[in-house]
DNA sequence: AAAAAAC
């Protein structure tokens, strides 16, 4: 990973070389060992390297250390640009160009929609050295006058495949035909599709390309541990809550293929105690910032997110990526698992595949070879979480406290539920379904209301010998839709509880509503 | 075929 090179070595600006030290950063790895010299001498340039090996650093230390700052007489129109898919990946990464150029007073404004335009126009009034924006707001500005790029000498690709695939690729041939001729391109990403790089020659000059990392997968970060888990879709929540909590667990990062899933995931783990927030494009961008911001501190250490946050986003403490859903393409699939295991940590990455997921899963492991999805058709088939992922055997005792006293509630209906509910098959209701869905957590010892009376048989081989989900089981009532149809809530149903009543214990049960941890914590 | 990205 790291090479034994110092930023003095590469030719790094002395005061650059001190700010990256008040950071902690004191060697270069490799793909910026590659990429200094080309980029400081002004050369187009594709940078390729696995996920979380210092990519920001790779192009951003040459820009930091060209740009002439105010103290050094700059003018400051806007020299270098940074264009980037995600509001919030502008965030990081001008906040990481910043620390990079703080002790020279390199001005490093992000540019982003979601957000009031006023600060962003008064600090171009002010004057700044970098800009890192996303497309949609940069051209916004620049058409409202309020901004210029006939200063650029460097432009920099971040995630470059995905800034040139068809979303966005209008969008940055806008930009690009707004810069001088003379300027220097740069392309960067742990992923470069052949049809990328060979649509990229129409803007970039005689350019070099680097290559950091071993070649075989490339962009996958080798200390991550990879786990593919055929699973039925019924039974991802409750999986979801076991790996949640493995022994080694740091922050956890959940992926859902859309924004109304990863809504639903969030909810479903608030409820279950976990200190979870869901990221995605529908919540307004204070909401986002807020739950990104929380997870960096550790407030939560779950974060459910679409794929706005599969590439470029860099937490150290991140051990464990779950793709609830399966990625839609392989990049995306390596970009979600590169944020964990980075800068030469190690990490673990789980993939649930159910019957929908598997044509995309097909693709993804045509491309990279990963393996076949492991059988794990139920959550009552525990074992085999305890020897993979360390999830210790009595996982419910080590449930968040509010948790433990949910089981214990929830333990109590069991019986009930299991006599009252006999051959009973709810299949669809609303989110008052994940009050059952605690219990499901609760020791796998426990016994499982099923409906069917009680023998000695492991209920997995039941379940198994039947083909299907059992009817009646509980399972059902857990992983049923949130959102769906209306039906009575089973719970009071089998015990005769009326709704007010049920109302009253899930408030007293769950007095926290989701996303509450974030806006919270800051 | 989903998500993202300006208002």
Redesign the pocket.
């Known amino acids: 990973m790291s090479t034994t090179s110092t930023f003095a070595d590469l030719g790094v600006r002395p005061e650059t070389v001190a700010a990256l030290s008040e950071i902690g950063i004191t060697h270069a790895f490799a793909i910026q060992e590659y990429a200094l010299p080309i980029a400081q001498r002004g050369a187009d340039l594709i940078g390729q390297a696995p996920t979380g090996t210092g990519k920001t650093f790779g192009f951003g230390l040459p820009l930091v250390d060209r740009v002439v700052s105010p103290e050094e007489g700059g003018h400051g129109a806007p020299q270098a640009l940074v264009v980037v898919?995600?509001?919030?990946l502008g965030l990081q990464v001008a906040k990481d160009l910043a620390a990079a150029g703080k002790l020279r007073g390199v001005r490093v404004l992000p540019i982003?929609?979601?957000?009031a335009?006023e600060p962003q126009i008064d600090a171009l009034k002010k004057g700044v050295e970098i800009l890192v924006?996303?497309?949609?707001?940069?051209?916004?500005l620049i058409?409202q006058k309020h901004l210029k790029l006939n200063s650029v000498f460097a432009i920099v690709l971040d995630e470059a495949d995905r800034m040139l695939?068809?979303?966005?690729l209008e969008?940055v041939e806008k930009i690009l035909s707004m810069l001088p001729e003379q300027r220097q391109t740069m392309l960067f990403s742990a992923t470069m599709p052949d049809a990328i790089v060979a649509l990229s020659r129409r803007f970039l000059h005689s350019p070099i390309t680097v290559h950091a990392g071993h070649s075989e997968e490339p962009g996958v970060s080798p200390q991550t541990k990879q786990f593919v888990y055929r699973t039925h879709s019924l039974n991802k929540l409750e999986m979801l809550a076991r790996i949640l909590q493995a022994k080694d667990r740091g922050l956890t990062m959940v992926f859902s293929?859309?924004?109304?899933n990863c809504d639903r995931v969030t909810e479903d783990l608030d409820f279950r105690g976990f200190a979870a927030a869901a990221v995605?494009?529908?919540l307004n961008q204070g909401a986002r910032e807020r739950a990104l911001r929380a997870f960096r501190a550790g407030k939560i250490d779950v974060l459910v997110a679409?794929?706005?946050a599969a590439r470029g986003i860099d937490i150290a403490a991140v051990t464990h990526v779950i793709n609830f859903d399966c990625p839609?393409?392989p990049e995306?699939y390596v970009h979600r698992i590169g944020r964990t295991g980075r800068a030469g940590a190690t990490g673990v990455a789980v993939t649930f595949v159910d019957w929908e997921d598997m044509p995309r899963w097909r693709i993804i492991d045509k491309t990279l070879e990963i393996g076949e999805p492991e059988p794990r058709e139920t959550y009552h088939t525990s074992e085999w979480l305890y020897s993979d992922l360390d999830i210790p055997a009595d996982a419910a005792a080590t449930l968040p406290s509010a948790q433990r006293s949910r089981v214990g509630l929830a333990a109590e209906k069991e019986e009930d539920l299991g006599g009252g509910r006999r051959g009973q098959r709810p299949v669809r209701g609303r989110s008052r379904r994940s009050a059952t869905g605690t219990r499901d957590a609760a020791p796998v010892d426990a016994p499982v209301a099923d409906g069917e009376p009680a023998d000695h048989e492991p209920r997995q081989r039941r379940r198994r010998r039947n083909g299907e989900v059992v009817k009646g089981d509980a399972t059902q009532i857990l992983f049923s839709d949130p959102s769906g149809p209306s039906v009575p809530d089973p719970v009071a149903a089998a015990t005769g509880a009326a709704d007010g009543q049920a109302k009253a214990r899930r408030r007293r049960r769950s007095p926290r509503k989701p996303g509450s941890a974030a806006t919270t914590t800051d």
Request: overall charge negative; aromatic content about 8%.
């Open positions: 898919p995600t509001r919030e982003y929609g979601g957000v335009y924006a996303t497309p949609g707001r940069l051209l916004d058409k695939d068809l979303g966005f969008d293929r859309t924004k109304r995605h494009g529908d679409t794929d706005v839609e393409d995306t």
